[in-house]
């Protein structure tokens, strides 16, 4: 039985992280402002994400350690950013494919008006 390897396993991890940060951002309709702060504070991230893990013991009881853990590894890394932004907008795009696609069809089967009253 082989052991993983542990940056095959720490490159899961973070994927998995990103994109559950990236849902929960596309989800709540928040990725204009969560790309702009993420942007504009690139050279603060690391800061951010020891923070993150320096604040465990007092917000551990309303957010899970292991995501605290997860959203402080991201952080840390530019290139785990880089990916997080980009899966933003991924998302993103797909959403408003979606939209798009879903209002066409609503055009496509609504009753014509004809005219006459």
């Given amino acids: 039985m082989s052991v ?4 095959q396993r720490d490159a899961e991890l ?5 994109e559950r940060i990236a849902r929960a951002i596309v989800d709540r309709r928040l990725e204009t402002p969560a790309v702009l702060f993420l942007e504009a504070n690139r050279p603060l991230t690391f800061f951010a994400g020891q923070g993150a893990l320096a604040a465990l013991p007092l917000i551990g009881g309303f957010i899970p350690p292991a995501d605290i853990e997860a959203f402080a ?9 880089d990916l997080l932004v ?5 998302l993103v795009e797909e959403r408003d494919s979606r939209a798009v ?3 066409r069809s609503a ?6 008006a004809d005219g006459h009253g």
Avoid at 86 to 90: A, F, G, L, Y
């Fill in 4 to 7: 993983p390897d542990t940056s």
């Fill in 14 to 18: 973070r994927d998995r992280a990103i």
């Fill in 73 to 81: 590894r991201v952080l840390d890394s530019q290139e785990s950013l």
């Fill in 86 to 90: 980009q899966r933003i907008e991924t």
């Fill in 101 to 103: 696609d879903a209002g």
């Fill in 107 to 112: 055009l496509r089967n609504a009753p014509q």
